[in-house]
T-cell receptor
Framework: QKEVEQNSGPLSVPEGAIASLNCTYS??????FFWYRQYSGKSPELIMS????GDKEDGRFTAQLNKASQYVSLLIRDSQPSDSATYLC??????????????FGQGTILTVHP | ETGVTQTPRHLVMGMTNKKSLKCEQH?????MYWYKQSAKKPLELMFV???????ENNSVPSRFSPECPNSSHLFLHLHTLQPEDSALYLC???????????????FGEGSRLTVL
Protein backbone atom coordinates (compact mmCIF):
# COMPACT_ATOMS: atom_id res chain seq x y z
CA GLN A 1 0.00 0.00 0.00
CA LYS A 2 1.35 3.39 -1.02
CA GLU A 3 1.95 5.73 1.92
CA VAL A 4 1.02 8.86 0.01
CA GLU A 5 -1.21 8.47 -2.97
CA GLN A 6 -2.10 10.92 -5.69
CA ASN A 7 -3.98 10.61 -8.92
CA SER A 8 -1.14 10.74 -11.43
CA GLY A 9 -3.39 12.33 -14.05
CA PRO A 10 -2.76 14.04 -16.27
CA LEU A 11 -5.39 16.49 -15.15
CA SER A 12 -6.39 18.89 -17.87
CA VAL A 13 -8.42 22.03 -17.17
CA PRO A 14 -9.24 25.09 -19.26
CA GLU A 15 -7.74 28.44 -18.44
CA GLY A 16 -9.73 30.22 -15.75
CA ALA A 17 -11.18 27.04 -14.27
CA ILE A 18 -10.58 25.56 -10.82
CA ALA A 19 -8.05 22.74 -10.69
CA SER A 20 -8.53 20.27 -7.85
CA LEU A 21 -5.67 18.04 -6.79
CA ASN A 22 -6.15 15.32 -4.20
CA CYS A 23 -3.87 13.33 -1.95
CA THR A 24 -4.46 10.60 0.61
CA TYR A 25 -2.01 9.28 3.18
CA SER A 26 -1.86 6.16 5.27
CA UNK A 27 0.11 7.15 8.40
CA UNK A 28 -2.30 8.54 11.00
CA UNK A 29 0.49 10.19 12.99
CA UNK A 30 1.32 12.48 10.09
CA UNK A 31 1.25 16.07 11.22
CA UNK A 32 2.63 18.25 8.44
CA PHE A 33 1.42 18.44 4.88
CA PHE A 34 2.91 20.15 1.90
CA TRP A 35 2.32 20.83 -1.74
CA TYR A 36 5.29 21.25 -4.01
CA ARG A 37 5.19 22.31 -7.64
CA GLN A 38 7.70 20.94 -10.13
CA TYR A 39 8.01 22.34 -13.61
CA SER A 40 9.42 20.05 -16.26
CA GLY A 41 13.19 19.85 -15.95
CA LYS A 42 13.20 21.87 -12.73
CA SER A 43 13.38 21.08 -9.04
CA PRO A 44 10.38 21.04 -6.69
CA GLU A 45 9.38 24.29 -5.00
CA LEU A 46 7.13 24.63 -1.98
CA ILE A 47 3.85 26.38 -2.67
CA MET A 48 1.72 25.50 0.35
CA SER A 49 2.04 24.01 3.81
CA UNK A 50 -0.80 23.11 6.14
CA UNK A 51 -0.72 21.72 9.67
CA UNK A 52 -4.30 22.01 11.00
CA UNK A 53 -7.63 20.75 9.82
CA GLY A 54 -9.51 23.10 7.56
CA ASP A 55 -8.63 25.43 4.75
CA LYS A 56 -5.59 27.61 4.18
CA GLU A 57 -5.63 30.17 1.42
CA ASP A 58 -2.71 31.86 -0.29
CA GLY A 59 -3.61 33.87 -3.34
CA ARG A 60 -5.15 31.57 -5.94
CA PHE A 61 -4.16 28.48 -3.95
CA THR A 62 -6.20 26.84 -1.20
CA ALA A 63 -5.02 23.80 0.72
CA GLN A 64 -7.59 21.70 2.53
CA LEU A 65 -6.78 19.18 5.24
CA ASN A 66 -9.00 16.53 6.80
CA LYS A 67 -7.02 14.40 9.22
CA ALA A 68 -9.97 12.19 10.13
CA SER A 69 -10.32 11.16 6.50
CA GLN A 70 -6.57 11.32 5.90
CA TYR A 71 -6.70 13.49 2.85
CA VAL A 72 -5.29 16.77 1.77
CA SER A 73 -6.19 18.69 -1.35
CA LEU A 74 -5.03 21.69 -3.31
CA LEU A 75 -7.37 23.96 -5.22
CA ILE A 76 -6.05 26.33 -7.83
CA ARG A 77 -8.54 29.04 -8.77
CA ASP A 78 -8.44 30.92 -12.05
CA SER A 79 -5.96 28.41 -13.45
CA GLN A 80 -3.34 29.79 -15.81
CA PRO A 81 -1.19 28.02 -18.41
CA SER A 82 1.78 28.86 -16.18
CA ASP A 83 0.27 26.56 -13.54
CA SER A 84 0.96 23.60 -15.82
CA ALA A 85 3.37 21.44 -13.82
CA THR A 86 3.58 18.35 -11.67
CA TYR A 87 2.19 18.86 -8.17
CA LEU A 88 3.72 16.79 -5.42
CA CYS A 89 1.96 16.04 -2.15
CA UNK A 90 4.29 15.45 0.79
CA UNK A 91 3.62 14.34 4.34
CA UNK A 92 5.79 14.22 7.43
CA UNK A 93 5.75 13.33 11.10
CA UNK A 94 6.79 15.87 13.68
CA UNK A 95 9.51 15.27 16.16
CA UNK A 96 12.63 13.35 17.02
CA UNK A 97 14.87 12.63 14.09
CA UNK A 98 12.14 13.28 11.59
CA UNK A 99 13.75 16.41 10.25
CA UNK A 100 12.54 16.84 6.72
CA UNK A 101 11.64 13.20 6.43
CA UNK A 102 9.00 13.78 3.88
CA UNK A 103 7.10 11.04 2.15
CA PHE A 104 6.12 12.16 -1.32
CA GLY A 105 3.33 11.05 -3.57
CA GLN A 106 4.09 10.24 -7.17
CA GLY A 107 2.75 13.60 -8.31
CA THR A 108 -0.18 14.80 -10.39
CA ILE A 109 0.52 16.28 -13.79
CA LEU A 110 -1.65 19.35 -14.38
CA THR A 111 -2.13 20.89 -17.79
CA VAL A 112 -3.98 24.18 -18.15
CA HIS A 113 -4.95 24.79 -21.74
CA PRO A 114 -5.83 28.22 -23.18
CA GLU B 1 23.79 33.23 -5.94
CA THR B 2 20.91 30.82 -5.83
CA GLY B 3 19.89 29.34 -2.47
CA VAL B 4 20.97 25.75 -3.07
CA THR B 5 23.57 25.02 -5.72
CA GLN B 6 24.39 21.58 -7.07
CA THR B 7 27.29 20.51 -9.25
CA PRO B 8 27.65 18.96 -11.68
CA ARG B 9 24.26 19.37 -13.29
CA HIS B 10 24.84 16.36 -15.54
CA LEU B 11 27.10 13.39 -15.01
CA VAL B 12 27.72 10.28 -17.08
CA MET B 13 29.78 7.55 -15.49
CA GLY B 14 30.67 3.93 -16.00
CA MET B 15 29.98 1.30 -13.39
CA THR B 16 33.61 1.22 -12.27
CA ASN B 17 34.05 4.98 -11.93
CA LYS B 18 34.18 7.01 -8.75
CA LYS B 19 32.57 10.43 -8.82
CA SER B 20 31.07 12.90 -6.38
CA LEU B 21 28.09 15.20 -6.36
CA LYS B 22 28.36 18.50 -4.52
CA CYS B 23 25.75 20.65 -2.89
CA GLU B 24 26.12 24.05 -1.28
CA GLN B 25 23.44 26.10 0.42
CA HIS B 26 23.59 29.84 1.08
CA UNK B 27 20.45 30.07 3.19
CA UNK B 28 21.89 29.63 6.66
CA UNK B 29 19.99 26.38 7.12
CA UNK B 30 21.05 23.63 9.50
CA UNK B 31 19.66 20.56 7.81
CA MET B 32 20.59 19.13 4.44
CA TYR B 33 19.20 16.21 2.48
CA TRP B 34 19.76 13.99 -0.51
CA TYR B 35 16.72 12.86 -2.45
CA LYS B 36 16.54 10.58 -5.48
CA GLN B 37 14.01 11.17 -8.22
CA SER B 38 13.48 8.41 -10.77
CA ALA B 39 11.03 8.42 -13.65
CA LYS B 40 7.47 7.56 -12.61
CA LYS B 41 8.46 7.03 -8.98
CA PRO B 42 7.98 9.27 -5.95
CA LEU B 43 10.86 11.28 -4.58
CA GLU B 44 12.88 9.06 -2.28
CA LEU B 45 14.70 10.36 0.77
CA MET B 46 18.26 9.03 0.94
CA PHE B 47 20.10 10.86 3.70
CA VAL B 48 19.48 13.59 6.24
CA UNK B 49 22.07 15.66 8.06
CA UNK B 50 21.31 17.97 10.97
CA UNK B 51 24.11 20.21 12.17
CA UNK B 52 26.58 18.02 10.23
CA UNK B 53 25.38 14.83 11.93
CA UNK B 54 23.71 12.14 9.87
CA UNK B 55 20.27 11.49 11.33
CA GLU B 56 18.76 9.42 8.57
CA ASN B 57 19.99 6.76 6.21
CA ASN B 58 17.02 5.41 4.38
CA SER B 59 18.49 1.97 3.68
CA VAL B 60 20.67 3.34 0.93
CA PRO B 61 23.22 0.95 -0.63
CA SER B 62 26.81 1.50 0.46
CA ARG B 63 27.84 2.45 -3.08
CA PHE B 64 26.36 5.84 -2.13
CA SER B 65 28.42 7.56 0.55
CA PRO B 66 27.40 10.96 1.91
CA GLU B 67 29.67 13.50 3.51
CA CYS B 68 28.74 16.69 5.31
CA PRO B 69 31.83 18.69 6.38
CA ASN B 70 29.76 21.65 7.60
CA SER B 71 26.17 22.89 7.61
CA SER B 72 26.58 24.54 4.22
CA HIS B 73 28.11 21.72 2.20
CA LEU B 74 26.97 18.23 1.36
CA PHE B 75 28.55 15.63 -0.90
CA LEU B 76 27.40 12.35 -2.32
CA HIS B 77 30.28 10.06 -3.25
CA LEU B 78 29.47 7.50 -5.89
CA HIS B 79 31.32 4.28 -6.67
CA THR B 80 30.56 1.05 -8.53
CA LEU B 81 27.07 2.24 -9.39
CA GLN B 82 24.54 0.26 -11.38
CA PRO B 83 22.53 1.40 -14.40
CA GLU B 84 19.39 1.43 -12.24
CA ASP B 85 21.00 4.19 -10.18
CA SER B 86 20.52 6.56 -13.09
CA ALA B 87 18.24 9.29 -11.80
CA LEU B 88 18.01 12.92 -10.77
CA TYR B 89 19.69 13.48 -7.42
CA LEU B 90 18.29 16.42 -5.54
CA CYS B 91 19.88 18.20 -2.64
CA UNK B 92 17.72 20.18 -0.27
CA UNK B 93 18.10 22.22 2.88
CA UNK B 94 15.79 23.42 5.62
CA UNK B 95 15.73 25.36 8.85
CA UNK B 96 14.29 23.12 11.57
CA UNK B 97 11.35 24.58 13.42
CA UNK B 98 10.29 24.08 17.02
CA UNK B 99 9.07 20.53 17.38
CA UNK B 100 11.99 19.15 15.45
CA UNK B 101 10.55 18.95 12.00
CA UNK B 102 10.13 20.99 8.93
CA UNK B 103 8.98 19.96 5.51
CA UNK B 104 9.75 23.33 4.06
CA UNK B 105 12.58 22.19 1.90
CA UNK B 106 14.53 24.29 -0.54
CA PHE B 107 15.79 22.16 -3.39
CA GLY B 108 18.74 22.59 -5.67
CA GLU B 109 18.34 22.13 -9.42
CA GLY B 110 19.58 18.56 -9.21
CA SER B 111 22.34 16.47 -10.71
CA ARG B 112 21.21 14.24 -13.57
CA LEU B 113 23.19 11.03 -13.30
CA THR B 114 23.48 8.44 -16.05
CA VAL B 115 25.27 5.18 -15.32
CA LEU B 116 26.37 3.24 -18.37
Amino acid sequence: QKEVEQNSGPLSVPEGAIASLNCTYSDRVSQSFFWYRQYSGKSPELIMSIYSNGDKEDGRFTAQLNKASQYVSLLIRDSQPSDSATYLCAVSVIGGTSYGKLTFGQGTILTVHP
Amino acid sequence: ETGVTQTPRHLVMGMTNKKSLKCEQHLGHNAMYWYKQSAKKPLELMFVYNFKEQTENNSVPSRFSPECPNSSHLFLHLHTLQPEDSALYLCASSLPRRGGNTGELFFGEGSRLTVL
